[in-house]
């Protein structure tokens, strides 16, 4: 089965730097989501983009953070100026333009952000 | 705004035993219900959803509008069945999938 690739799969920057986390998501999905997961805590929705453009974005989603897609495989997070709460597993998920809203999303294996 | 419930943070059972990993959820509208699962080291993937009504690795879950729930429901649990169990919801129509998860349950089966 296709997956969703993220790398790194452990990040560990200094608090205030910029960090970009990258995904690439399946081939055919047009699709993109954003989630973290901070340790003890639920999995909360960030962003979702489509067409080039974010979908909707969650109170998470602050001035800090940006989406992008700069080729036609990569979709990425960058947080700018990292806070030490942004410490987090950030999950990129991705799915298909067919059938339901509401299809099978196929999730990354995640990268853990760990700020200093 | 929604919301999703889930009582336990660990259920332990032993092998053979039924296993009941409950989730509540708060929603004005219609939502969708799902379950992800997460096995050790392994990423997050889709177990069931309500609309499918199917069964999966032995795994039923009823969606009960009344009660607000989306009980997940296993006769028999295997070893295999260990991990951590997130129940999530999104809206209907065009919910986009912004899920909304709980907090998960961990199901720890003993032998």
């Known amino acids: 089965e296709p997956e969703v690739t993220q790398t790194p799969s452990h990040q560990v920057t200094q608090m205030g730097q910029e960090v970009i986390l990258r995904c690439v998501p399946i081939?055919?999905?047009?699709?993109f989501y954003w989630y973290r997961q901070i340790l003890g805590q639920k999995v909360e929705f960030l962003v979702s983009f489509y067409n080039n453009e974010i979908s909707e974005k969650s109170e998470i989603f602050d001035d800090q953070f940006s989406v992008e897609r700069p080729d036609g495989s990569n979709f990425t997070l960058k947080i700018r100026s990292t806070k030490l709460e942004d410490s987090a597993m950030y999950f990129c998920a991705s799915r298909t333009p067919q059938g339901r809203t509401n299809e099978k999303l196929f999730f990354g294996s995640g990268t853990q952000l760990s700020v200093l | 705004a929604q919301r999703v419930t889930q009582p336990e943070k660990l259920l332990s059972v032993f092998k053979g035993a039924p296993v009941e990993l409950k989730c509540n959820y708060s929603?004005?509208?219609?939502?969708?219900l799902f379950w992800y699962v997460q096995y050790s080291r392994q990423r997050l993937q889709l177990l069931l959803r309500?609309?499918s009504r199917e069964s999966i690795k032995g795994f039923t879950a009823d969606l009960n509008k009344g009660e607000t729930s989306f009980h997940l429901k296993k006769p028999f649990a295997q070893e295999e069945d260990s991990a951590m169990y997130y129940c999530a919801l999104t809206p209907v129509p065009g919910g986009g999938n912004k899920l909304t998860f709980g907090t998960g349950t961990q199901l720890k089966v003993e032998l």
């Open positions: 081939s055919n999905h047009l699709y």
């Open positions: 309500h609309i």
């Open positions: 929603y004005s509208g219609s939502p969708e």
